[in-house]
């Protein structure tokens, strides 16, 4: 059974923080991640994607991944209260199969 | 990216009526669709991966002679959920796969609900 597992939360930031999300899976052989933010009622866009070990930066998003601990995250740097959203982390097992999603993190960023 | 239409974005039904879900890639041509169910605070559960001119293939507790999925053509994939129950419910999203580890584009969603 591939399992995605995140924490739901909610996590809460104040305007201009940090927010860290995490997010570990079961697969060994998943070969590539994805952030998505999903507003209530509407449907999942992409954030970012890595397959690689390391980091990978887009503008304020940075996505680490790190194969030998099966563990991802997505850092959020001067979060906005537009941040707000529920984040799924998605993994990928196999070229060409469907994304298998985690449960989401819901963010609330205060101002 | 790709582009996808999915219609209707929402649906009220009486309990033993069967609803269709389409889901049309408007500018790529699509091998693969992949169909989602998604529940209140719940994450996307992938219900059956859909290929043009085969069955689709289901996921383990999923019935697939009551989610019925057609992708009869490269831009075309239908879901009808046959004699719906209060239980069927949810919000249900197509995607399809454009190629690339980027290459999921997601339908805007079916809000579906069974009175």
Redesign the interface.
């Known amino acids: 059974q591939k399992e995605v597992e995140q924490n739901s939360g909610p996590l809460s930031v104040p305007e201009g923080a940090i927010a860290s999300l995490n997010c570990t899976y079961s697969d060994r052989g998943s070969q590539s991640f994805f952030w998505y933010r999903q507003y209530s009622g509407k449907s999942p866009e992409l954030i970012m994607f890595i397959y690689s070990n390391g980091d990978k930066e887009d503008g304020r998003f940075t996505a680490q991944l790190n194969k030998a601990s099966q563990y991802v995250s997505l850092l959020i740097r001067d979060s906005q209260p537009s941040d707000s959203a529920t984040y799924l982390c998605a993994v990928k097992a196999e070229a060409g199969t469907a994304l298998i999603f985690g449960k989401g993190t819901t963010l609330s960023v205060s101002s | 990216g790709a582009v996808v239409s999915?219609h209707p974005s929402w649906v009220i039904c009486k309990s033993g009526t069967s609803v269709k879900i389409e889901c049309r890639s408007l500018d790529f041509q699509a091998t693969?669709m992949?169909w989602?169910r998604q529940f209140p605070k719940?994450?996307?559960?992938?219900m059956a991966?859909s290929n043009e001119g085969s069955k689709a293939t289901y996921e383990q507790g999923v019935e697939k002679d009551k989610f019925l999925i057609n992708h009869a053509s490269l831009t075309l994939s239908t879901l009808t959920v046959t004699s719906a129950h209060p239980e069927d419910s949810s919000?249900y999203?197509c995607?399809v796969?454009t190629g690339g580890?980027?290459g999921?584009t997601?339908?805007?969603?079916t809000?579906l609900t069974v009175v």
């Open positions: 999915q693969t992949f989602y719940q994450s996307l559960m992938l991966t919000f999203i995607s796969r580890d980027s999921y997601f339908g805007s969603g809000r």
